[in-house]
């Protein structure tokens, strides 16, 4: 009865919640606004640049995880999702480098939260 109540509380305020998230993601990595691009961001930088001045770059950005993945990562993984995102990030910030940051801690909280919720899911079927 207790975790029906508490569930029933926390989905009338679900916003909340994710703002919850959001707050403590940024506050534990605001660090990371002092930081800037390390290795693995200079060598997709090499690769994602040069397809954003293409018509078709998104489209090689997301299918290149599969026909190159020798160059990119010595074939050591396949992340189209991954690189559809660098892609754009690259497209739309070019080398600033804080919309990288906000687009990562906001994409953790979202995380966080769908986490949050798929375990409010699992607490309600049982």
Do not use: C
């Not at 916003?15 to 930081?35: K, P, Y």
């Not at 950005?61 to 993984?77: C, K, R, V």
């Not at 559809?84 to 804080?98: C, D, E, Q, T």
Request: glycine share 4%; proline share 3%.
């Amino acid at each position: 009865m207790r975790i029906e109540k508490v569930i029933k509380t926390i989905d009338k305020g679900t916003w909340i919640v994710f703002l919850f998230f959001a707050v403590t993601v940024f506050f534990v990595f605001r660090d990371l606004f002092n930081s800037y691009f390390v290795a693995d961001e200079w060598f997709h930088f090499t690769h994602y640049l040069p397809l954003t001045k293409k018509s078709e770059g998104l489209f090689t950005a997301m299918l290149s995880p599969f026909i190159s993945t020798g160059e990119l990562s010595g074939g050591q993984h396949v992340n189209p999702i991954a690189s559809s995102i660098f892609f754009l990030n690259s497209k739309l910030f070019g080398m600033n480098y804080v919309p990288y940051a906000v687009m990562s801690l906001l994409l953790h909280a979202v995380n966080s939260f769908l986490v949050f919720r798929l375990i409010l899911l699992f607490l309600k079927n049982n």
